[in-house]
């Protein structure tokens, strides 16, 4: 068996057996530039637009059009009089994260371990809620978790839900439906992490003594952290702001911060909106620096 | 403990997982269910919220509630053009960033994963914030919407297509070259079949992201109606049971894509 | 030079820090199978791929037939490659990676050509599969009909048969040889086998450091050294320090250790001074102590026998010398005699005419590979 990839002299590594390093010239440039520029006009500009505008005069509007005061107020009056809803916001989308790993744990480790020569049906299945729209999944937890459906009914017949309780109209039911919308984005992750696990480590572990749950913890888990931490990642930040969720199985009192920044745009409040978007924004990246740190995943895209 | 017994405590182990996964399964499969089993209902009223009679008249009579079936056109126009682009785009740039060199590919790096990381509504915001600002208050519409697709599905390209492409030995491409194939040959003949399951599966991924979107289309759509709008509108008044027609119909679609593509690889590759 | 001889000049090539390739002068002969043997990472891959076109020099020329191809891209050189993991076309079945280089080229009907080529290496009915179907033996020779096929000037190999098990190596290092001769094209093999060298090639250059220690017939190679790290990478050698007394006409006269050995002058790389005495594990003959009288041997004595290895075809020992050396020799087992035990003491001797002399400066232990490179 060649030796030439195992034994290679110092700066060898570019003198490949057959790698070439990347081709030089404008043609990278050329390449980049459709695309690069779509992104500086449609997501850069916008977002330093958006933190301009945050700093409005709230009292234009598009007729009378807007003053640039720096008005750092919007931040203040966004974050105190909308701070429930961002806390809520960030409660239900935590929840939901939690709730996601309980669930999309097992099935992710089921499939790639337990699954044999069903892995791939199993593997549709768990993208077959995406083939159909968001919303009208959404719409059938309406029904499920309606007070005409089975599942109050058996809940109520079980006393676990008082004669008259409900489930629909309840934070219950927006971290359900949140749960259940981002569940593939846990499994999938979490799955491709797994399926990489070369099995004859886990063998490696209970050769060394260790029994079913101390391998899980100290070998299966560590190198599933990749795709835990992108799992998290892809669950927390869209349901942090989502707002449909919140809107067709919720209450007023479950508003999350994604209904009051909608509301306020289209009612014309871009200043206050803006600010309370770019203080989201911000939030989620802080929490999102400081979790990847901890969790010392880099390089994950 | 006997070998019996630590057999005997795997088996179970292993059930209990699959089980536990399996319901799970359920979990996620049901409210497909749900809706492909109200797409027969006959409600009987406009508020219904349970299953009343079975009908076939939903099917028959799809296009029936103003606006459904003009949304879903509209849907998959700006869905079209949008996977079009973006797949385009996103090609380009994931060749650019797998074969070639430009300086600042980190900082590309980061503008292009940024997107993804960035919860819908502020995305949606963002790009609403700009419109105004350049004036074009007044005219948000299909291509504002179209605009803005294009935005958040390149990055799920970008990432899909350098997957794909990492993963091509580049000695195939200088194999073709050794055999008198030049540039644009070895590209033509052995990279882009090679690549080809790749820019497939953005694009694919491209549309269903188009096609479901809701939030970001709803800042920025100003007159224009898709279907996930269309849903969000109904949802306030009264929800037609065709709604969950189309998502039926778009459930088997894509069920028989995956299927189709799945006995494609099998056969291509031999088996 | 003759027709399509290939010649390298002055060929280098550097990686930033490191150079690869160094100043290499080589002409190989049209029609031979040449193979270019070395180590890892000793420049022979690189080599190639400038030949290839692969790879861009940084100085020097390729010359192919007196057209310098230094600066062609790939596609226009009348050179062809089996790449090392053959690279065939996964989406193609073998009859096109076959036919592939044909239709480039602009030929239309490929049928018969390829038909023909995939007879020429027993894989006719295997035409309509795809590259994962096929078993590493026959990607292989998918590998070598698609490049034979377009009738090249020079065919390269890059270590082709590394990924074969050791009975599949053997028969295709046979057929390899045997379809040069009958296709007359030249071979430019690239292995760090010293045993496939020896075996399938006329000429073998020695690489190491992206230089070349030595070039020439195998025969001429292995019992000629000039450099300890060709003494000890092609075979085993014995290599012993020594010093030169005096030169006795077309003798040296050399001591070793307290011992008086013999040398031809023409198998000298040095004459004077320090040196290395070397002599090839095979031509020395154990006896017992006081056994025989070995007038015109070189005779080593006082060794004792420290360890005893069949293998098969013959016995290896290790003896150790009275400096602590441990020399190798290898006993073919005619049955004459019964073999050596540890513990033996015994007498080494060759004829005189078997010694090969070379430069104390350069390092015994070059070449000679270890439990990390196996």
Known sequence: MSTAAAHLGPGEQQAPSGDTSQKRGWTGYLLMLPGALWLLVFFVIPTVTLVSTSLYDPSGSILTGYQMTFHWQNYVDAVQGYGPQLWRSFGYAGTATVACVLLGFPLAYAIAFKS???????????????????????????????????????????HVLAPDGHLLATPFAVVTGLTYNFLPFMVLPLYASLEKIDHRLIEAGGDLYAGPFTTFRTVTLPLAMPGLVAGTLLTFIPAAGDYINAELLGTPNTRMIGNEIQDLFSGGSYPVAAALSVTLMVTIVSLVFVYVRRSGARDLV | ???????????????????????????????????????????????????????????????????LCSSVEESLKIGLLATLVATALGSLMAFAMVRHHFRGRSVANIFIFLPMASPEIVLGSSVLALFVSAGFAGVLGFWTIFLAHVMFCLSFVVVTVKARLSGLDPRLEQAAMDLYANEWQTFWRVTLPLVFPGILA?????FSLSFDDFIITNLNSGQTVTFPMFVWGAAQRAIPPQINVIGTIMFVLALSLVVLGELGRRRQSGR | MTGSDLVLTSLTKRFSGFTAVDDLDLTIAEGSFFALLGPSGCGKTTTLRMVAGLEEPTEGTVTLGGEDITRLRPYRRPVNTVFQSYALFPHLTTFENVAFGLRRRGLKQVKSQVE?????????????????????????????????INRPQVLLLDEPLGALDLKLRRQMQIELKRIQTEVGVTFVHVTHDQEEAMTMADTIAVMNGGVIEQMGAPLDLYEHPASTFVSNFLGQSNLAAGTVLERDGDRLLLDVHGSRLVAPVGRARVHQGDVWVGVRPEKVFLGAVGEEDHDDSNLLRGGVVTDVSFVGVSTQYLVRMSWGQELMVFEQN????????????????????????LDASQDAAAGVETVDEA
């Open chain 3, 116 to 148: 023909e080529m995939l007879e020429l290496v027993e894989l006719g009915q295997y035409a309509r599969r795809k590259p994962a179907q096929l078993s590493g033996g026959q990607q292989q020779r998918v590998a070598l009909a698609r490049a034979l």
């Open chain 2, 1 to 67: 403990m006997t070998m019996a017994m630590a057999h005997g405590r795997r088996w179970l182990g292993d059930r209990l997982v699959l089980g536990y996964a399996l319901l799970v399964l359920l979990y996620m499969i049901l409210p497909v269910l749900v809706v492909i089993l109200m797409s027969f209902n006959d409600p009987a009223s406009r508020q219904s919220y349970s299953f009343d009679g079975f009908t076939w008249n939903n099917w028959s009579d799809i296009c029936g509630p103003y606006q």
């Open chain 2, 202 to 206: 953005a694009a694919l991924l491209s």
């Open chain 1, 116 to 158: 044999g020569r069903w892995k791939n049906l199993m593997l549709v299945l768990v993208i077959a809620p995406f083939f159909t729209s968001f919303l009208v999944r959404t719409l059938s937890w309406q029904l499920l978790l309606g007070d005409n459906g089975v599942t109050v009914d058996v809940l109520r017949w079980l």
């Open chain 3, 334 to 357: 005619t049955g004459a005699r019964t073999s050596f035990r540890p513990g033996d003491e015994v007498d080494l001797h060759w004829l005189p005419g078997h010694t090969f002399v």
